[in-house]
Each structure stands twice: as structure tokens, then as C-alpha cells.
């Protein structure tokens, strides 16, 4: 159902400098009052269990986060260097098939689950689009910007992509770069090094994936959704052929432009509603627990009348943004240099 007395439009516009302030606190609200992403809606198939209470909190821990990071680098330069008093040499435990059977597995388990949360995003977003007769398209960036339904006023009974699954879904996404690491202990147990584009790249996305988790903002779901398409074909675990490796390496860095350009575009994006609808109260779904700020601190009245409601409520929802694509100019850098260095000289 849509509201048929509130009609609104898209609406481009610069940010408010607030945005670009550092967060005021960590959280929105009380950390103890947290809970998990749940995912209800979806079918039995795209929710096999709940995220633990404790798990989650851990995880939103920024000390806990920075720890975990600290030990991941400093693990690998000392086996860096052990590998190298090695002259390289693989650890006696690659030779073993249950090394070979796990490193399988591993890479068949990653591929597999890269598909199931790109699949359980989609679905969410398919499922609980609003259905509107009018003001289309300002009602999807409200759904594409909103993550607190209660706040909804072009659409009724539309979900968020919180009810739909997407913070769920990126929240199991984040926990898995934890795992990811195993990536480098593979690599180092066959004696090689790993390399700063390796060791970077694990470090620096799960602080990424803090920051979207933690704010709970939209921009999230830009890095999970290609993240996810990108891993789906990367981790298959077959042996493939140096044009589709070398293929392969272009989609990740074109992966990281692209991610770049959309998640900019919350930075602008906005939309209207008639400025007398903007203090209604509305009939949506409960405000989850993680409140996303509803009255959106930085609306603004135009010379219509109109109230503009910005795609990033605050500096909590823009910090994912300013962290990720500062982690990926680095990264990107990193890739052409190893996309160069691994195939192009190759190819001569």
C-alpha cells in the first residue's frame, strides 16, 4: 500500500558539512540494548540460524576489532620472515591430502556462501520493494536510504532492508572476513609470503566492515553486494587458466571503481516530501533496535516547500563511506601493480 496523501520526488543535492564530522559516539544507542540482525522474513532457506548475542557484540567491539587486526599483521611478517630462513620451502603439512581436501573445501565453502548472501540480499530487495502508484522513484531511494521502516512516508508498508534481510546478510559477511584470514595461513603454509596486497586487503576490510555494521548504514550494502558477486566466482577452488586469472583480477578492480562511484552517489541522493508530512508520525513496522535517527537531523526546507530528506542521516551513516574508499585507494593501486607485475609481463 502507498500513502496516497504524501507524494514525493528525487532530489540532488550537496551534503551537509556535518556529515563530515567524526561521530559523535560509537552507537546510536546503548551498547547493552543491541541485538543482532534477525532475517524473519525470508524463506527457511535464506535463514538457517540467528547471529549469537555475544558473537555480535564482540564483533561491534572496536577494541576486540583492533586487536584482532594487530595479531593477524604481526602473525604474518614473523612467518614471513620464517619462511624466508626457509628458502620458501613448503611447510610439511601442504604435501598432506587432508591439507589439499581442506584448502578444497575452504575455497568451495566461500564460493558457496558468497552466493548465498548475494542471493538472500536480492531476494530481500525484491521481496519488500515498495509498491507504489506514485512517486516511484523517490519511494525506492527511500527504501534504498531508509533502514528504519518507522521512518517510511512515501510507502506504508514497505520493509527496510533491515526487515529484508540486508544488515542479516551483511552482518554474517563481515563475521566471514574473520575467517578469510585462513586465505593467508594457506599461502604461508605452502611457504610462500604473503604479500602487502594480501595482508592489506584482510586487515583492512574487516575495519570496513566494522564501520558498516556499527552504523548500520546504507552504504554497506554497496561493498557486500559486489563484494559477494565478486567471491562467488573468485573462491571455486578449480584450477582455471591465466587469461580467465588475469580476467578474474580486472572484475575485482573494476569491482572497487564502480563500488566507489555508487557509494558516492548516497553522498548526494536524496529525496522530498511536503513539508507538513515531514513531523507525521507514521504506521510502518517497529524501529528496530538499532534506531536510524528517523527524523534525519540534516532535512531541509526548499523554496517549494518541500522538505529534502538526505540519503545519509548523519556522520555515523557517511563514516562508512570515507573509511572503505579510503582503505581502497591503496587497494586499488595495489591491484593494478599486481595485475601489471603477474600478467601483463606474462603476456610479453
Not at 54 to 66: G, I, P, Q, S
Not at 86 to 106: E, N
Not at 242 to 259: C, E, H, N, P, V
Not at 314 to 328: C, H, K, Q, R, W
Amino acid at each position: 500500500m502507498y500513502n496516497s496523501t504524501i507524494h514525493g520526488s528525487v532530489k540532488i543535492g550537496f551534503p551537509s558539512p556535518e556529515i563530515f564530522k567524526l561521530p559523535s559516539q560509537p552507537h546510536k544507542v546503548a551498547p547493552h540494548l543491541r541485538v543482532p540482525p534477525s532475517n524473519v522474513h525470508a524463506p527457511q532457506y535464506l535463514y538457517f540460524f540467528d547471529i549469537n548475542r555475544d558473537v555480535y557484540h564482540t564483533v561491534v567491539d572496536l577494541r576486540f576489532v583492533l586487536t584482532f587486526i594487530l595479531a593477524y599483521v604481526s602473525t604474518v611478517l614473523f612467518l614471513n620472515q620464517y619462511n624466508a630462513s626457509r628458502q620458501y620451502r613448503p611447510w610439511a603439512i601442504s604435501k598432506s591430502s587432508f591439507f589439499k581436501t581442506f584448502v578444497l573445501m575452504h575455497n568451495v565453502f566461500l564460493s558457496l556462501f558468497s552466493a548465498w548472501v548475494l542471493i538472500g540480499i536480492v531476494h530481500g530487495a525484491i521481496a519488500h520493494r515498495p509498491r507504489v502508484e506514485h512517486s516511484f522513484y523517490a519511494s525506492m531511494v527511500e527504501y534504498m536510504c531508509q533502514t528504519d521502516a518507522g521512518a517510511f512516508q512515501l510507502s506504508t508498508d514497505a520493509k527496510s532492508f533491515v526487515d529484508g534481510g540486508a544488515t542479516y546478510f551483511g552482518c554474517l559477511f563481515y563475521l566471514s572476513k574473520y575467517y578469510e584470514v585462513v586465505d593467508t595461513l594457506i599461502i604461508l603454509a605452502k611457504g610462500k609470503q604473503s604479500s602487502t596486497l594480501q595482508t592489506y586487503h584482510h586487515a583492512g576490510v574487516i575495519l570496513c566492515g566494522w564501520s558498516a555494521v556499527t552504523f548500520e548504514s546504507p552504504v554497506g550494502l554497496v561493498g557486500v553486494l559486489l563484494n559477494a558477486a565478486v567471491h562467488t566466482l573468485m573462491t571455486v577452488g578449480i584450477r582455471v587458466s591465466m587469461s580467465i586469472k588475469r580476467s578474474l583480477t580486472g572484475i575485482q578492480i573494476a569491482q572497487f571503481l564502480i563500488g566507489m562511484v555508487w557509494s558516492f552517489t548516497y553522498l548526494f541522493m536524496g529525496y522530498t516530501i511536503p513539508s507538513n508530512a515531514a513531523d507525521k508520525p507514521t504506521s510502518n513496522a517497529p524501529t528496530p533496535a538499532f534506531d536510524s535517527h528517523a527524523s534525519h537531523i540534516h532535512s531541509s526546507v526548499g523554496d517549494s516547500g518541500d522538505t529534502r530528506i538526505p540519503c545519509l542521516s548523519d556522520s555515523g551513516e557517511a563514516n562508512p563511506l570515507f573509511m572503505t574508499n579510503i582503505y581502497l585507494l591503496p587497494l586499488i593501486y595495489l591491484f593494478v601493480q599486481f595485475f601489471i607485475r603477474s600478467y601483463r609481463k606474462e603476456k610479453k
